[in-house]
């Protein structure tokens, strides 16, 4: 088998429904599975999957994840792989007719290449936010890194809507750490990132624009409220993921009324406030990533 592709979905059938029928548009004539991870879903994703099943060609297997969270799905989707590459795609992405082919074709390429991603456009619901700005697209999984295939150097990394892996990293290194990535409605992250940092010792990291997905960005995330919530979530992943944690209080106690400061200074631009606001936020979720730590630690 050459590739497996893998989606992670938790009570979202009709978002599974929309990225399973974009598989089977995929230009690729090579062999490939297509795993769907159901981690606990209480909707009817199980019979959605099922049904697609049995009207297509291609492989469908269906499991059921009882443990809830992002990253022990992903780490179930990797034991049940049987391809030589796995590629994951999120539940509520599309991918395009290319997507598979493109991955192959660039693993194939280079034996040392153990990543890649692939461009993510988003699918705005409803009008695209006017007051968002690039630094924050990536708070939303867009990614357009490069007009053309390139290696990503660190610190950029491929994010997790649109991911592949050679299966044969993990037979020297550990998957993703379930202590890392989203449980429930947390928006705990950084699982890619500590996993790519691992690889990187040992192999390279691509991006290629051509595997491109649509990822959808609900309304329900298109606010000023949903973005400093995961502003705030993103400290919490860095500092649960860092082995600096003294550091990190010690700096983010020195910020924090930098920040305050800087916030009055400008009490009439909104901009500066936003993005004021926003480093205070994200200070205060290095502070809770790194006593959520410790205490996790005494358990």
Same mark, same amino acid.
């Given at each position: 088998m050459k590739a497996t592709i893998a989606i992670c979905t938790h009570n979202r059938a009709a978002d599974v429904k929309e990225a399973l029928l974009s598989l089977l548009q995929q230009s690729c004539k090579q062999p490939f599975e297509v795993i769907v991870i159901d981690n606990r879903s209480t909707?009817?994703? !199980?019979?959605?999957?099922?049904?697609?099943?049995?009207?297509?060609?291609?492989?469908?297997?269906?499991?059921?994840?009882?443990?809830?969270? #992002?990253?022990?799905?992903?780490?179930?989707?990797?034991?049940?792989?049987?391809?030589?590459?796995? #590629?994951?795609?999120?539940?509520?992405a599309k991918a395009s007719k290319d997507w598979l082919a493109d991955i192959i074709d660039l693993f194939d390429g280079d034996?040392?290449?153990?990543?890649?991603?692939?461009?993510?456009?988003?699918? $705005?619901?409803?009008?695209?936010?006017? $007051?968002?700005?690039?630094?924050n697209h990536s708070l939303y999984s867009i990614l357009d890194y490069s007009d053309d295939i390139v290696e990503m150097k660190e610190p950029a990394i491929p994010f997790g809507a649109n991911v592949a892996f050679r299966m044969s990293v993990f037979d020297t290194m550990d998957a993703f750490r379930e202590d890392l990535g989203r449980v429930?409605?947390? #928006?705990?992250?950084?699982?890619?990132?500590?996993?790519?940092?691992?690889?990187?010792?040992?192999? =390279?990291?691509?991006?290629?624009?051509?595997?491109?997905?649509?990822?959808?960005?609900?309304? =329900?995330?298109?606010?000023?409220? $949903?973005?400093?919530?995961?502003?705030? $979530?993103?400290?919490?992943?860095?500092?649960?993921?860092?082995?600096?944690?003294?550091?990190?209080?010690? !700096?983010?106690?020195? !910020?924090?009324?930098?920040?305050?400061? #800087?916030?009055?200074?400008?009490?009439?631009? !909104?901009?500066?406030?936003?993005r004021n606001v926003s480093k205070i936020i994200y200070n205060n979720g290095l502070i809770s990533g790194v006593l959520r730590s410790y205490q996790l630690k005494r358990i």
């Open positions: 909707d009817h994703t !199980k019979q959605t999957v099922l049904d697609f099943r049995n009207m297509v060609d291609i492989q469908v297997r269906y499991v059921y994840e009882e443990r809830l969270g #992002l990253s022990v799905a992903r780490n179930r989707a990797i034991r049940e792989a049987r391809g030589e590459i796995i #590629l994951f795609l999120d539940d509520d034996p040392i290449i153990g990543c890649v991603g692939g461009k993510i456009e988003p699918a $705005w619901e409803g009008s695209p936010p006017r $007051w968002l700005s690039r630094d429930g409605s947390n #928006l705990l992250s950084s699982e890619e990132a500590e996993l790519i940092a691992r690889i990187r010792t040992q192999y =390279s990291v691509y991006y290629t624009p051509h595997a491109s997905v649509l990822h959808k960005i609900p309304q =329900s995330r298109i606010s000023r409220k $949903w973005l400093l919530r995961r502003i705030y $979530w993103q400290g919490v992943s860095s500092a649960v993921s860092s082995k600096q944690k003294t550091g990190i209080i010690m !700096k983010s106690l020195v !910020k924090l009324p930098i920040f305050l400061v #800087l916030t009055i200074l400008f009490l009439f631009d !909104k901009r500066r406030i936003f």
